[in-house]
């Protein structure tokens, strides 16, 4: 016996349930299921009145996920290409420089733990940093930070 379909509550539930969500991807996943009639707009609205679906819980959420990996040019780009209020994003900015020059430090060492042996090397590695959205300033520091070898 076939299950009648999903409403399109109830699949944003789902989607939801899964993980946090923009309110722009949401929409652009519901828009695939929507029928005519279908109010995609107002169960959105729904969805945010009721604080199922929050773009401050989202912006922390994809931050939370990127950030081990990534710098603040590439974890701002993808929370714009997201459709959040600048007001989010500028709040999520203040709290990634803080942490920039760590995260540089620690992506950096993780991925090349022994120090560049030529030039070729070191711009390999600082331009590792830099695809990973790290700014200038934080792949140079990184880059002068000591690595666990020439600690010992």
């Keep these: 016996m076939k299950r009648p379909p999903l409403s399109l509550k109830a699949r944003a539930l789902r989607y939801l349930s899964m993980r946090e969500h923009s309110r722009m991807e949401l929409e652009r996943k519901l828009?695939?299921?929507?029928?005519?009639?279908?109010?995609?707009?107002?169960?959105?609205?729904?969805?945010?009145?009721?604080?199922?679906?929050?773009?401050?819980?989202?912006?922390?959420?994809?931050?939370?996920r990127r950030q081990a990996r990534f710098g603040n040019n590439r974890i701002l780009a993808e929370l714009q290409s997201h459709g959040l209020d600048a007001q989010d994003i500028e709040h999520v900015k203040e709290d990634l420089k803080v942490?920039?020059?760590?995260?540089?430090?620690?992506?950096?060492?993780?991925?090349?733990?022994?120090?560049?042996?030529?030039?070729?090397?070191?711009?390999?590695?600082?331009?590792?940093?830099?695809?990973?959205?790290?700014?200038?300033r934080a792949t140079q520091a990184a880059m002068r930070a000591p690595r666990d070898e020439e600690l010992q």
Excluded: C, T, W
């Excluded at 942490?99 to 030039?119: G, N």
């Design 31 to 64: 828009a695939r299921y929507a029928e005519e009639g279908d109010d995609i707009e107002g169960v959105l609205n729904f969805l945010e009145a009721a604080k199922y679906l929050s773009g401050e819980r989202f912006s922390e959420s994809l931050v939370n």
């Design 99 to 136: 942490s920039e020059l760590e995260r540089a430090i620690q992506v950096l060492h993780r991925k090349f733990p022994h120090p560049p042996q030529d030039h070729q090397e070191k711009m390999k590695q600082a331009a590792f940093l830099q695809q990973r959205g790290f700014s200038g």
